[in-house]
């Protein structure tokens, strides 16, 4: 019997130069595979994240995907949401209502905006904040380098919208693409309080590159750490904990993340005038044709 063979594509997200943003695959047509299967497709496609596109089962959805990483399935993501929009719009797929895809996942339903440029943005999902313990926050300075390092006006905050990050402002964005750490004291802070990683940023002058620069530190359950080139999901917890302190740095500002890996990631963030947070960015198609399936 033949293996069957669905449409696939991998896509290039949060940069305007292929290459230069966060991959993601994306499988169509997923219906019929189980759980077990998707999780061994990631696994082997060894990117931060793979998608499926499945049916919606919620009113009002155009469809609903899966997103799992190469251990488990997650149920949101920021990257992947873009570039699964990007891949069913790229195939042929006509949105239900004009320029919105509404996208069912682990957290509900997101909406998706497509833009005049090409770009789209996706409405941030609410993010659980919590400040870190005092204790904590000890242990976390002198593990990221000591005296040096400056918390500036918000202190460390978990993060949680779908995807938990430990957010961490320093003092300049110098600091930020060249820190050094003590990997295993920040893997014991991280993972005593649940995140996923280290969102660290800071402020660029007014006249930078971009209005923030941000890093995005992953710390697996087996202390093992990579640097994720851009992070849709953290993009959206820091605009929170920003519009929650007070400390929006405008209507809409710019994130330029992945320098230190050789990236040149860009994000875009807009607060609305009803209060909510759109995260965006450009996306390209780099592999496109079929997965040959079990």
């Not at 931060?48 to 995907?65: H, K, L, M, N």
């Not at 209005?211 to 605009?239: F, H, K, M, Q, W």
Request: glycine share 12%; hydrophobic share 40%.
């Amino acid at each position: 019997m033949s293996a069957r063979q669905v449409r696939f594509k991998q896509v290039d997200v949060f940069s305007e130069a292929p290459f230069k943003g966060n991959p993601l695959a994306v499988v169509f047509d997923a219906d019929g595979l189980t759980d077990e299967q998707m999780q061994a497709i990631a696994r082997w496609t060894n990117l931060s994240e793979t998608t499926f596109i499945c049916a919606p089962t919620q009113p009002g959805a155009d469809y609903r995907v899966r997103i799992f990483t190469i251990a488990y399935e997650l149920p949101f993501a920021g990257h992947p949401t873009l570039g699964t929009a990007h891949a069913l719009l790229e195939s042929g797929y006509r949105p239900r209502q004009p320029g919105r895809l509404v996208q069912q996942c682990g957290v509900g339903l997101v909406e998706i905006a497509l833009r005049d440029d090409g770009s789209m943005a996706f409405a941030a999902p609410p993010a659980r904040i919590e400040p870190l313990g005092a204790d904590d926050q000890r242990a976390l300075k002198a593990a990221l380098g000591g005296a040096e390092i400056d918390f500036g006006d918000i202190e460390p905050c978990c993060l949680d919208n779908g995807t938990p990050w430990l957010a961490v402002g320093v003092d300049s964005p110098s600091t930020c693409i060249s820190i050094g750490f003590d990997p295993v004291g920040v893997s014991r802070i991280v993972q005593k309080v649940g995140m996923t990683g280290l969102a660290l940023y800071a402020r660029h002058a007014p006249d930078g590159p971009a209005t923030l620069e941000v890093r995005c530190i992953v710390i697996d359950s087996d202390y093992s750490i990579y640097e994720d080139p851009v992070t849709g999901s953290a993009n959206a917890g820091l605009a929170s904990l920003f519009a929650a302190r007070g400390r929006r740095p405008g209507a809409r500002y710019t994130v330029r993340q992945g320098t230190a890996i050789g990236r040149e990631g860009r994000v875009t963030v807009d607060y609305d005038a009803e209060g909510g947070i759109w995260v965006g960015g450009r996306t390209t198609t780099i592999v496109d044709g079929t997965f040959r399936l079990f």
